[in-house]
């Protein structure tokens, strides 16, 4: 007689209508495939943990994206966000279907080239780029998107020695209402600053003034203050052109879109609450349509979306290493994925499913990761099934920021997988080995015996 | 180790204690658990009946079941008396 899975025996008291900090939502639903490959199978041939990526859904999302703006406004360019996941799978599949790319560094504007796009198709933002980078910038016709005064010197600088004229925009930032504002990043609209910044530009004349740029914050709630940040930079556009008779190319709202991931402490879950692209889109068009700016002469419209546009993608596997009692008498599940794996788990309450399916039991529990460390905890309350040691669940929505901001922290990455849109399973970053590790690694001399 | 005498366990999976009033909900396994606790079974035998009819080996199966124990004497279902 075949014998029936086993379930760890649980009993769980029954408190009338008294709703718990555990919330209501439970992910009782195993995710058993992705992309029609069993996960069983994935585990099995790559290792656990393991980082899966669905091609099919970046492209459908890109897709979605793309099309909630195109059909509102006539010139669209999006920008793929480096910083976000700069796999070069991930990137490439973002440039194929149009994308250009939005980098923050020396190493990232590399890898952009490395990955064969053309120099004029860099968007270089951030605080720190160095004269290398810059020389790099202009020589290929970048477009540099200006951070603040020591910057801008620097470019024209560098300018008066290599004869071109290198093509920049400025980072403006504002009062959108929402808090706290990122008036870190450019120059500021409300107290003259991004002015300040356009009249210097302009009357030096060595720099070719063809954007503005702004990046509101990360994990916008409300499409409102992308209206408010479009309206003011479609106001400083038409200034120039009123000014200088100059008209700016292109307007770049940046990233910033949520995804439908849950952030900690949030009362509703994401996907119930969250702007959809079309609302996003909506409130940007229609400021830039809506202002002076002239209908026949409009600016390309830039998007960098990151996590909008990736974290649905990903996927990160594992396995249950152990269960326990806390001193409390609340459960306890160890897992093989820690926040060295799962960055973003400090941000978000990431949802975990069992990767075969189970009783409808379930339990309050913490899921810790094997770090070793207090911090290490992916989810601290969460009613989660009665998984045993060996059984394998899936945390879905990682695709943005864990696969760059991850750390090699007392063990070494696992692999990363792309599930392609021929069905095939290909390895995009291969399981690190020591080896990876101690070739940059250097023992002086007198340290050789010990 | 035996359930109180008076703990109620219905067919659908529930079970009542009359002292208290507290309700409860159990899995399968949970269920006959408590079904051979009723019928005041050894450790030894409700390992053999559980691994003869689940995938478990008997080493695993008795970390769970202790564990089970330890949630039935928390929620005060357990006659500890006998113990001694
Ligand atoms: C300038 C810039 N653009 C785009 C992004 C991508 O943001 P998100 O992933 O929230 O869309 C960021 C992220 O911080 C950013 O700083």
């Known amino acids: 007689m075949e014998k029936k899975p086993f379930e760890r025996p649980y009993i769980k008291k029954l ?30 041939d790559y290792g656990s943990p393991v980082y899966v990526i669905s091609e099919k859904t970046i492209r459908e999302k890109y897709k979605k994206a793309r099309h909630a703006f195109t059909t509102r406004y ?25 994308s250009w790319a939005e980098v923050v560094s020396g190493f990232e504007y590399d890898k952009a080239i490395l990955n064969g796009v053309k120099g004029s198709q860099i968007i270089f933002n951030g605080p720190d780029k160095t004269d290398e980078d810059l020389k790099k910038a202009i020589e290929n016709d970048s477009l540099i998107h200006i951070d603040h005064f020591d910057e ?34 450019g120059f500021n609209y409300e107290n003259g600053d991004a002015w300040d910044a356009i009249n210097r530009i302009m009357i030096n004349e060595k720099l070719d003034l063809v954007g503005l740029h702004t990046h509101i914050g990360t994990y916008m709630l409300t499409s409102n203050a992308y209206k408010i940040a479009a309206g003011k930079l479609a106001d400083l556009a038409y200034g120039i052109e009123r000014k200088y008779g100059v008209s700016i190319k292109y307007i770049d709202m940046g990233g910033g879109f949520a995804s439908q991931n849950t952030l900690k402490g949030a009362y509703y879950p994401g996907s119930d609450t969250l702007p959809s692209f079309d609302e996003y889109a909506e409130a940007i068009s229609s400021a830039i349509l809506n202002s002076e700016l002239n209908p026949r002469n409009l600016p390309i419209l830039i998007l960098e979306s990151g996590r ?45 499913y069992p990767a075969a399916p189970v009783s409808e039991h379930l339990e309050e529990t913490t ?41 090699q922290f007392i063990t070494l990455r696992p692999n990363v997988v792309l599930i392609g849109l021929d069905g095939q399973v290909h390895i995009i970053r291969k399981q690190e080995s020591m080896d990876n590790i101690t070739e940059q690694e250097a023992v002086p001399v007198h340290l050789k015996e010990i | 180790m ?27 396994v949970g269920q006959e658990i408590i079904r051979l606790l009723k019928e005041e079974k050894s450790v030894e035998e409700v390992k053999s009946n559980i691994t003869s009819v689940y995938e478990i080996d008997a080493s695993s199966f008795e970390k769970y079941y202790f564990d089970f124990l330890s949630m039935l004497r928390q929620f005060e279902l357990l006659d500890e008396e006998d113990e001694h």
């Open chain 1, 367 to 407: 899921i810790y990761g094997p770090l070793c460390m207090n911090i290490d905890v992916l989810r601290e309350a969460i009613a989660f099934p009665l998984l045993k040691k060996g059984d394998h669940f899936v945390i879905k929505r990682i695709g943005a920021y864990n696969m760059t901001q991850w750390m």
């Open chain 2, 2 to 28: 035996r359930l109180k005498k008076n703990i109620a366990v219905s067919d659908t999976g529930f079970v009542f204690n009359p002292t208290t009033g507290d309700s409860f909900s159990i899995n399968q």
């Open chain 1, 74 to 98: 006539p010139k669209v360019q999006y920008a793929w966000s480096y910083k976000t996941n700069y796999l070069d799978a991930v990137c490439r599949i973002f440039h194929q279907e149009g």
């Open chain 1, 308 to 352: 909008a546009l990736i974290d649905d993608a990903g996927y990160l596997l594992g396995t249950v290493i152990a269960n326990k009692r806390l001193s409390n008498g609340n459960r306890a599940t160890i897992v093989d994925v820690g926040v060295n794996l799962l960055f973003t788990s400090f941000w978000y309450e990431h949802e975990v």
């Open chain 1, 15 to 44: 408190q009338a209508g008294m709703p718990s900090k555990f919330g209501m939502k439970s992910q009782a639903e195993p995710i058993t495939h992705i992309d029609n490959i069993p996960v069983s199978e994935l585990l099995n």
């Open chain 1, 152 to 185: 801008m010197y620097s470019i024209i600088a560098l300018s008066e020695k290599s004869g071109k004229r290198p093509k920049v925009a400025i980072r403006v930032n504002m009062d959108t209402g929402v808090y706290p504002m990122w008036d870190r990043f």
